[in-house]
Every structure is written in C-alpha cells, then in structure tokens.
C-alpha cells in the first residue's frame, strides 16, 4: 500500500541543508544524462494560471514519479497558497504506486534549496549583503535557506505590499531591514533574489553591482519576463535545464527573438558547473545570473528524500487504493 505523506509530515523530515546536498547532486545528474526528463506540459487555465505534469526517472537511485502542479495568483485574495502540487513516487521495477505525498512544500524548500547551490557555486565567496525582492513564501524561504551557504551580515527586503513587508520582516530568522523601493534594495547588493510574482522585468541593469550574484525564479512562461533584458545580455547567464529555457523562459526566449543574443548566451547548466564539465564565473566583477525554472527531478529528489526519512521516522499513513 502507498504511503500518504501530508504537509507537517514533509516539513517534520526534510531538512533543509540536507536538501542543498540533495538538490546539488539532481542537478549534476540531470546535466550528466543519468535523468529521463522531458520538459514540462503546461496550459493555462486562465490569465497567469496554469497547469503542469513535470515526470522523470532516475534510474541509478531508482526515483520514477511525477508532480501535479496548479499556479493560481487569484488564490493569493482568497488565502489559498498561489502554488499547489502533489507528487506521486513509483516503484520503477514494478510500476507500483509507493508514496502520495503534498508537493506545495517540498516546491518551497527545493526551489530555494537549489538557489542556494547556486550561491555555493556561483557568488563570490566573500558575499555578504543579501537583497530579496518579494515577501511571500519564496522570500521566507530563501531567507531561510541562502545563510546556510553564505555568512550575510546584511540583508534587504522589498515588496510592493507594505503590509507583507512589514510581516516579512517581524518574522525573520535574522535582522532584515526594509528598503523603501526595489533599486534602493538591489543597489550594492553582492546576491539578488527576485521573488515575486512579476510578468514584466521587477529589477534594473544598472542596479546590478559588478560581481553580485541574481537569482531569478518566477516568470516561467515564454510570455513573461522578470529580468531586464540588458541584464541578461550582460550576465553569465546559468540555468537548471537548457532545455527547458529555451522553451519556457520568457527572460531568455524573448530577447532571443529581439536579436538581444543567441541561445549560445547560455554559458551552462548549473549541473554542468557542479561536475566541473563547464565554467561558471570568470572572475570577481562578473555578474552572474541564475535562471531557475524548477525541475521534475528537483522534487523528486525530495519527495525521495522525505519518503526514506518518514519510513525510518515512522510517519505518514498506509493508504489502500
């Protein structure tokens, strides 16, 4: 019989530094052809709201299942998580259904789990002033992930929502100072993190300091686009799957189609940079920018990872089907 795994029994086994090790080895392994993943179906459902299957396999660690996905800005009025998954784990020997488990979570933590691989691999080592723009669940996430990799002794946030803001900040695990705009949170900054939920570019070029590090996790649709496109231009620019960018990611695929650069812009995968196959930053002023779109393999890595940790824990429930 599956096991069914609710929310609180996700969060009670996943570790969150232990997910950074977890997410840098799917990485490496998506970029090293060991993973059957093909990039994500998605339709919309409604302006900005859509619906994906994001499958994979790994057949070396044996991890075959799928994850459900709704992403729904209009839930935000109604106190419903915009984002919503479940992820379901197979046996890949018998096809058998093993877990159920909720996915809204483990999108949380991973997302920010393989951000913070980024920053081990891609900022500088002496990076020590954080800037998030956002104050919703990625912002707290990050937050709460990137100091595991970083020693930051000073961090920014700003949002567009005083209220949220002003929550974000009472509510974090470290001292957080609220910038008055975006560009005063950015300006000198050595990691950006664009956590919101914006379809036109939320930060500027000319923000960006030489040598800071830019994390960029939403606009994941070919429509839409959070970045500035001379941003793009100027960056090393590093994704999770070069696949899935150039054909998801508005941030890429629309300056492609201006004539701004060419797919070969793309310096790597992350999981490239990892195995040491290709180079990430050439040297301490180049900005570097890290396009995550999230991976099938991402969450399946750490529906995996808490499936083990919740049988040797005893937790979750024997569901027949």
């Not at 790994?58 to 992403?71: P, T, W, Y």
Request: glycine share 6%.
């Amino acid at each position: 019989m599956p096991l069914w795994l609710s929310e609180s029994d996700v969060r009670a086994v996943l570790s969150p530094a232990e997910l950074i090790d977890a997410m840098e080895s799917a990485l490496a392994a998506l970029s090293g052809g060991r993973v059957v993943q093909p990039v994500r179906t998605a339709f919309e459902l409604a302006d900005r709201t859509f619906f994906a299957l994001m499958p994979a396999f790994d057949r070396e660690h044996a991890i075959l299942g799928a994850k459900l996905v709704s992403v729904v800005p209009a839930n935000a009025a109604k106190h419903i998580p915009t984002h919503l998954a479940a992820i379901s784990l197979f046996d890949p020997e018998t096809g058998e259904l093993a877990a159920v488990m909720d996915g809204r979570y483990i999108t949380e933590v991973r997302t920010a789990a393989a951000s913070a691989v980024s920053v081990r691999h891609l900022a500088r080592g002496d990076a020590t002033v954080l800037a998030i723009l956002g104050s919703g669940v990625q912002a707290r996430s990050h937050l709460d992930v990137l100091p595991l990799v970083r020693d930051f002794r000073e961090v920014r946030a700003w949002s567009p929502t005083d209220a949220h803001l002003r929550r974000l900040v009472a509510e974090a695990p470290m001292p957080v100072r609220a910038a008055p705009s975006a560009e005063e949170a950015v300006r000198g900054a050595d990691v950006v993190v664009l956590a919101t939920n914006a379809v036109t570019p939320a930060i500027r070029d000319e923000w960006v300091s030489p040598g800071a590090h830019v994390i960029a996790m939403g606009a994941c649709r070919p429509t839409q686009q959070e970045v500035d496109p001379a941003l793009v231009a100027r960056a090393c620019l590093v994704v999770d799957s070069k696949a899935a960018a150039l054909q998801e990611s508005g941030d890429i695929v629309l300056p492609i189609a201006q004539g701004l650069f060419t797919p070969d812009h793309v310096r790597a995968e992350l999981g490239e940079i990892i195995c040491g196959r290709k180079p990430g930053r050439a040297c301490s002023s180049e900005v570097t920018l890290f396009k995550s779109l999230g991976q099938a393999i991402e969450d399946l890595v750490a529906a995996s990872l808490a499936l083990r940790r919740a049988q040797q824990s005893g937790r979750g429930v024997r569901v027949e089907l």
